[in-house]
């Protein structure tokens, strides 16, 4: 598998954006949960205050930090040309 570091700030993006205002999807919660709690050292938590009371545009400044790390800015940006 390549790329292994970039899952975890995917995964947490993926996450904040289902715990938003409106966007909530109890199975993507679940899954993510799961893997958070059994597969990483992740705070859920702490996740999920995170996100609370946030809209899916307030909170992509801050999940944009966290993708940073990975080349997901690079890949939108070849897939946008």
Same mark, same amino acid.
């Given at each position: 598998?390549?790329?292994?570091?970039?899952?975890?700030?995917?995964?947490?993006?993926?996450?904040c954006i289902?715990?938003?205002?409106?966007?909530?999807?109890?199975?993507?919660?679940? @899954?993510?949960?799961?893997?958070?709690?059994?597969?990483?050292?992740?705070?859920?938590?702490?996740?999920?205050?995170?996100?609370?009371?946030?809209?899916?545009?307030?909170?992509m400044p801050? @999940?944009?930090?966290?993708?940073?790390?990975?080349?997901f800015k690079?890949?939108?940006?070849?897939?946008?040309?």
């Open positions: 598998m390549k790329n292994t570091k970039e899952i975890i700030p995917i995964l947490t993006a993926i996450y289902n715990q938003t205002n409106g966007n909530t999807d109890t199975e993507i919660s679940n @899954l993510l949960k799961y893997l958070f709690i059994n597969c990483t050292n992740a705070n859920v938590n702490m996740l999920t205050l995170a996100c609370i009371g946030k809209s899916k545009e307030s909170i801050e @999940l944009d930090e966290i993708l940073k790390d990975t080349n690079k890949y939108m940006e070849r897939k946008n040309k």
